[in-house]
């Protein structure tokens, strides 16, 4: 055996160990596993021929003629078979079975066909190789033609990956590049230098290249569960976007998974969890199972599975009516169930997130059965993703703005303070409704960054514009829930107001009532705090909430605001009339101040002043407007 078989048994040694290492580690029968491992075998077989090659041209005369024509033969079949499997090798990890409606099939079947004429014209006129009559091998007039068909699916496959390979990532999709690039290499080396078997050499550097960079087990499942985890869940959304085809997902959301891990701790809810990834990976064997984290399962099912999606999903919904066991309890898991159809207008992972998330945000009282994500579900979270966005530009440019809307003094006749709103404009949105983005903003945290933006502007317009001069008393801020349960509220707000130095009489803070009920012991405190360096607040939009009693008796509150809601109403309805006037006899009774909210018209004006309110606010008076325009008003 000469020197140059070195290298086909260090590359035969490589792939076996790769081989070795697949079947050991690499369990999940995915297709994607199925056909690495078909890849490797061709590789295997192709090497060990090459290598019975080398070693019956070295030494002809120890084996028969025809046993001498069928190893080359073997050798050639095996060697042209492997680029055609690297082809479908990437139709599979590239998820595009589709496009072999187009020009991939024609291509394939096209170097299939000229392969097999080649070998089978080889058998009766040595086309491909022949042997002398001193058996040494020489090469055959059509040899080069496989080399061609070589090369034509080592150019597919590269230009294939670049079209369709966008969905994988970066470091992968090098290694599929290299895969066709390095035994191009190594057969233009042999084909010159035909002593020096490299290729061989080359096919097996490709495939530890390639073998190094697939996703390992524990890369692609849950180690709790053993579903397939969100990153590959993201990974596979990507792919069928990146390919413009059609999926199907059945979400199963555990209701209140927060409250849920609570109450049967770690240990139970992980065997709970897998109980579900069991159950939804046995009933669907044809289709990849993920858990994505905070209780939340996902099935994706190809477009030709259609017609069941709606059947597994009412499957799953009958199967979580019953109870779930382990050893000697037995519980009820209640779960919200959605389907909804991955294409158009989804462009990236990011919005099946959202979109997913839609079933948490509904309430799950009024979720029966199975809740197909609507175009409005997905229309409303790409709004909440857009204004998410949006605040935060505004932030980090400090683009938010804060207008002032009068509050007018019954008794003097004149405005006397002024509540700080703020207003968000975006380039591509336009101007945002707070009632749209502060909800949203409480949601996301952001909201506490937003209260100190819009306190420190309150604070410099009060310094800078000397509003005091003015007639203005004080200004009020409104606090909202997130911000009223921070231990640290009261120190951060006197800390800024000792920075602007200005009075702390001259700010107000407003609280609402759902801010109060969220968490009463820290809001106390720091409302106390407060009050003890000077500062008011007012109870805001009262009779909306609970509009409980103990709030006035127990807070420090001097003003109650009583909603638009209220009056409007009052002015259409006599029962609501009597409510808002013995609302305004109690509140006064109790020693603090009434502000009326959304005064439109004169006659408004005429029956709260009648009714003895303090202060009022609306448009009447002026919208919100930007400091300049306040400022030029009074």
């Not at 192709?46 to 084996?63: C, H, K, Q, R, W």
């Not at 790409?382 to 009068?406: C, K």
């Given at each position: ?88 090798y ?43 009559e ?21 150019v ?26 390095i ?22 550097i ?22 397939l ?52 990976q046995?009933?669907?064997r ?56 991955v ?59 804060v ?6 003094d ?50 410099k ?26 231990a ?27 801010a ?20 008011r ?46 609302s ?43 400091p ?7």
């Amino acid at each position: 055996m000469g020197s140059n078989a070195f290298f086909d048994i260090a590359a035969l040694i490589n792939v076996l160990l790769i081989l070795f290492t697949l079947y050991l580690r690499y369990q999940n029968p995915s297709a994607e596993n199925v056909m690495l491992r078909a890849l490797v075998w061709v590789s295997v077989i192709s090497i060990g021929l090459d290598l019975l090659v080398v070693f019956a041209e070295t030494n002809p005369y120890l084996f028969y003629l025809p046993i001498l024509y069928m190893i080359e033969w073997f050798y050639f079949l095996f060697r042209n078979a492997l680029m055609i499997l690297y082809i479908v090798y990437l139709i599979t990890i590239t998820d595009t079975t589709y496009v072999l409606k187009d020009g991939t099939i024609y291509t394939l079947g096209a170097v299939i066909i000229t392969d097999v004429l080649v070998f089978l014209l080889s058998i009766f006129n040595k086309c491909i190789f022949y042997f002398d009559e001193r058996r040494i091998y020489h090469r055959g007039s059509a040899l080069w033609i496989l080399y061609v068909t070589t090369l034509i699916c080592c150019v597919f496959s590269i230009l294939y990956i670049k079209k369709y390979g966008k969905g994988i990532d970066k470091s992968r999709r090098i290694s599929l590049y290299l895969f066709p690039i390095i035994p191009i290499i190594t057969s233009v080396i042999q084909l010159f230098f035909p002593q020096l078997v490299v290729e061989a050499y080359g096919v097996s550097i490709s495939l530890m290249w390639l073998f190094f960079h697939i996703a390992k087990p524990e890369q692609l499942l849950e180690s709790k569960t053993g579903a397939l985890n969100k990153s590959t869940f993201a990974s596979d959304v990507s792919k069928v976007l990146f390919a413009g085809r059609k999926a199907y997902i059945i979400g199963v959301a555990i209701c209140d998974f927060e409250l849920f891990r609570r109450s049967y701790g770690f240990k139970l809810t992980q065997v709970y969890l897998r109980q579900i990834t069991v159950y939804l990976q046995h009933l669907s064997r044809r289709h990849r199972v993920y858990y994505i984290g905070k209780g939340h399962f996902c099935i994706m099912m190809e477009q030709k599975y259609i017609e069941a999606t709606e059947a597994e999903a009412s499957i799953i919904n009958q199967r979580f009516m019953e109870k779930w066991t382990w050893e000697d309890l037995s519980i009820n898991i209640e779960t919200a169930i959605t389907s909804m159809e991955v294409k158009n207008p989804i462009s990236n992972v990011d919005q099946v997130f959202d979109y997913m998330d839609c079933l948490s945000e509904k309430d799950n009282s009024q979720i029966k059965g199975v809740y197909p994500i609507t175009a409005l579900d997905i229309t409303n979270q790409q709004r909440t993703a857009d204004i998410e966005r949006a605040i935060d530009i505004a932030l980090s440019q400090g683009t938010l703005q804060v207008y002032y809307q009068p509050i007018y003094d019954t008794q003097e006749k004149s405005i006397v303070a002024a509540e700080a709103l703020v207003r968000m404009f975006d380039e591509k949105l336009g101007m945002v409704s707070p009632e749209e983005f502060i909800p949203i903003a409480e949601q996301s945290g952001k909201i506490i960054k937003i209260g100190n933006f819009v306190f420190r502007e309150v604070c410099k317009f009060i310094l800078q514009e000397q509003i005091y001069k003015r007639g203005i008393q004080y200004i009020e801020v409104n606090l909202s829930v997130v911000e009223c349960m921070q231990a640290e509220m009261a120190s951060q707000l006197l800390q800024v107001i000792e920075e602007y130095h200005i009075d702390s009489n001259q700010v107000n803070f407003e609280i609402t009532e759902t801010a109060a009920a969220s968490n009463i012991e820290m809001l106390s405190i720091n409302m106390h705090k407060l009050f003890n360096h000077g500062i008011r607040f007012s109870l805001d939009d009262y009779g909306t909430g609970y509009s409980n009693i103990s709030y006035m008796l127990d807070l420090p509150f001097q003003i109650v605001k009583i909603d638009k809601s209220i009056l409007w109403s009052s002015f259409n309805n006599p029962k609501a009339m009597i409510a808002m006037h013995s609302s305004i006899r109690m509140i006064q009774d109790m020693g603090m101040k009434i502000v009326v909210e959304g005064v439109e018209t004169k006659e408004m004006v005429d029956k709260l002043e009648e009714l003895g309110c303090d202060y009022l606010q609306g448009y009447y008076f002026a919208k919100p407007l930007p400091p300049n325009q306040f400022v030029a008003m009074l």
